[in-house]
């Protein structure tokens, strides 16, 4: 490569994109163009959901939307640094990180370490630097797990040396995020595994029998606990308690049939007048589909199932299985996560307290998400196009496409 290409590609600070602009396939340009989208929705709407709460809280309309920007401007310089580091340097941190989050998660159900907020132990901070230690063993898991199968893909139908330890660290992981308690969060923990041992090759059989287990044991989880009970019972029948646990996810739904077609227009929404609790949160969405109506909804549904389409793309073209695992992994990731969002909040599913992957408003779940999407990001920037990959080799025991290794 010559010293001009060098000198054109672009830097920050120490940190080097390998891979000049010219040499980037278009899943890495138009990643950015969904991702760039969904931040703009999301500041836009988070003014409008949080307007009144923040007016009546902090006598200005401004202080919710503010922060969020704030928020997003962080979550960007975490973007541009982790997808400028080639993710293959983050194997090496992948069980260190690993171990990180198990003991935050430990600490966060210290009292007087753990911070409750909604009737959750689930972060640690203080004030508004505050970080909830599940976000981050989402993404160490996500490169752990790849780490892991992708240096044993060879033994890939030995249980105990692949299958086992994942399901032992999941359970201590996913275990500590109950106690908190985040049903949630786990849930879309479990996808993220599910969906790397599925495009690792793990035979179907085997998966099958680890997702009956575990959703048993979410059932169970959801049934023994009463107000987790009782929000699942709500989501079965929400006219039967209109005015208790059923009450969110009614007024979710007066708002989003009030949009209509078209919305009721940007600012106009009624439900984030205190009648619907999280608005500029959890049920962004209702607030999306009240103001934007029906087609601004599927704006945002068509955004999310294109950052699929790109992440799997962007997984296939993968240059090794390590990154084909973390990019599959981290799609599943937004996906799992925005599917149980809008699924709770058109009434598809019960409400599990989860925020909709970089349009709600928060904090650190933002700059997580915002680091493992730069992490896709990269995984896109060192993808090769159809004609430059190697024949792919098909696993006798799975449909998954993998890299033929090299001779």
Not at 45 to 64: N, P
Not at 104 to 132: E, K
Not at 253 to 277: I, Q, T
Request: a positive charge; hydrophobic letters at 55%.
């Amino acid at each position: 490569m010559t010293r001009a290409r060098e000198r054109r590609r672009p830097r920050i600070g120490f940190l080097r994109l390998d891979v000049s602009p010219e040499e980037r396939p278009s899943t890495y340009w138009l990643l950015l163009g969904v991702l760039s989208v969904l931040l703009m929705i999301g500041l836009v709407m988070v003014l409008s959901a949080s307007s009144v709460q923040s007016l009546a809280e902090f006598g200005t309309t401004w202080f919710y939307f503010l922060r969020q920007l704030m928020w997003v401007v962080l979550g960007v310089v975490v973007f541009l640094v982790s997808s400028r580091i080639d993710y293959r340097v983050l194997r090496r941190l992948s069980t260190l990180l690993l171990l990180a989050s198990i003991a935050m998660l430990v600490l966060v159900l210290v009292p007087g370490i753990g911070v409750r907020v909604n009737g959750a132990r689930s972060w640690i901070g203080a004030g508004m630097f505050r970080i909830q230690p599940a976000e981050v063993a989402k993404l160490a898991l996500v490169l752990f797990c790849s780490d892991l199968l992708a240096r044993r893909a060879h033994r890939i139908d030995e249980a105990r040396l692949t299958l086992w330890p994942i399901i032992v660290v999941v359970s201590v992981v996913g275990g500590l995020m109950m106690l908190q308690p985040d049903l949630g969060g786990s849930i879309v923990l479990a996808a993220i595994v599910f969906a790397v041992l599925f495009v690792a090759g793990v035979p179907m059989l085997r998966l099958a029998g680890v997702l009956g287990v575990g959703g048993a044991l979410a059932m169970g989880a959801a049934m023994a606990e009463p107000y987790r009970r009782a929000r699942l019972l709500a989501f079965l029948h929400p006219e039967r308690d209109p005015g208790g646990a059923a009450y969110q996810i009614n007024q979710s739904l007066n708002g989003l049939a009030s949009g209509g077609w078209f919305g009721a227009g940007l600012g106009e929404s009624a439900s984030k007048y205190g009648y619907l609790p999280n608005a500029h949160t959890d049920f962004i969405f209702a607030i999306i589909g009240e103001e934007l109506g029906l087609f601004g909804a599927l704006l945002v549904v068509a955004l999310f199932l294109g950052f699929g389409v790109l992440g799997m793309k962007a997984a296939l073209r993968a240059p090794d299985l390590f990154g084909m695992l973390v990019a599959a992994g981290i799609t599943a990731w937004v996906l799992a996560q925005a599917l149980v969002n809008i699924g709770g909040v058109v009434g598809l599913m019960p409400i599990t307290g989860i925020t909709l992957p970089f349009v709600s408003y928060g904090g650190s779940s933002l700059l997580i998400t915002m680091a493992a999407a730069g992490v896709l990001v990269n995984v896109a920037a060192h993808g090769r196009s159809r004609a430059a990959r190697p024949v792919a080799k098909r696993s006798p025991a799975h449909p998954v496409m993998r890299p033929a290794p090299a001779r």
